[in-house]
């Protein structure tokens, strides 16, 4: 069972950085990829990045490609998304995710099932 819980989140104005955090614990982490997602009010979750177990594959959704960067340290058992000139519209609650089975890279929210609790990014303009 995969225990992810995410940190990080706040206020910031349009054009600061932010980086957050997913620690895991109650399993092998380096056994898993690990995605980020983030959720707009009434929307379903969209796919914003992802790192292989290793770390040496990355994947981006087009919206933060350049400006959002994915990274993992697995000895200590953490992603990293660092965000750069963020925006109004990436205002969002953002979650960490990973999935049980082949570690396949999937941008559907639907294949995963182990989730932290969220973190809120509020950009100001």
């Known amino acids: 069972q995969v225990q992810l819980v995410e940190s990080g989140g706040g206020l910031v104005q349009a054009g600061v950085s932010l980086r957050l955090s997913c620690a895991a614990s109650g399993v092998t982490f380096s056994n898993y990829a690990i995605s980020w997602f983030r959720q707009f009010p009434g929307k379903e979750r969209e796919f914003v990045a992802h790192?292989?177990?290793?770390?040496?594959?990355?994947n981006y959704a087009a919206s933060v490609k350049g400006r959002f960067t994915i990274s993992r340290d697995n000895a200590k058992n953490s992603v990293y998304l660092q965000m750069n000139s963020l925006k109004p519209e990436d205002t969002a609650a953002y979650y960490c995710a990973a999935k049980s089975g082949p570690q396949i890279f999937y941008s559907d929210y639907r294949r995963y099932n182990y989730w932290g609790q969220g973190t809120q990014v509020t950009v100001s303009s």
């Open positions: 790192i292989s177990w290793s770390g040496g594959t990355t």
